[in-house]
Nanobody, 115 residues
């Protein structure tokens, strides 16, 4: 299963970006899709995830600013990021968990927020 993220880039403080991620194997049944991020010198941490039925979970640092959504038919998850701050600068990784409990990760996309 290949997981591919798109949508990263450079944005100014207070700006917005939308990340997308697609899992290209249509034979698997995806249970959870989500995003982690890793800033330089820091551990990878959860940003948000969404279960197949629509239940979402967000880290405290992004609640109210980021919105996660998914299209089950397209095996795609989105992360709408608003009111971006320099501390949101990180590599954002998409991950997918199928109904066997297997995890698949993308290679990451860099988001840089300038002050």
């Amino acid at each position: 299963v290949q997981v591919v993220e798109t949508g990263g880039g450079l944005v100014q403080f207070g700006g917005s970006l939308r990340l997308s991620c697609v899992a290209n194997d249509v034979t698997i049944r995806i249970v959870t899709m989500g995003w982690y991020r890793q800033a330089p010198g820091s551990q990878r941490v959860l940003v948000a995830d969404i279960r197949r039925g629509g239940t979402t979970r967000y880290s405290d640092s992004v609640t109210g600013r980021f919105t996660i959504s998914r299209d089950n038919a397209k095996n795609t998850v989105y992360l709408e990021m608003n009111s971006l701050k320099p501390e949101d600068t990180a590599v954002y990784y998409c991950y997918v968990v199928d109904d066997r409990g297997l995890e698949f990760w993308g290679k990451g996309t860099l988001v840089t927020v300038s002050s």
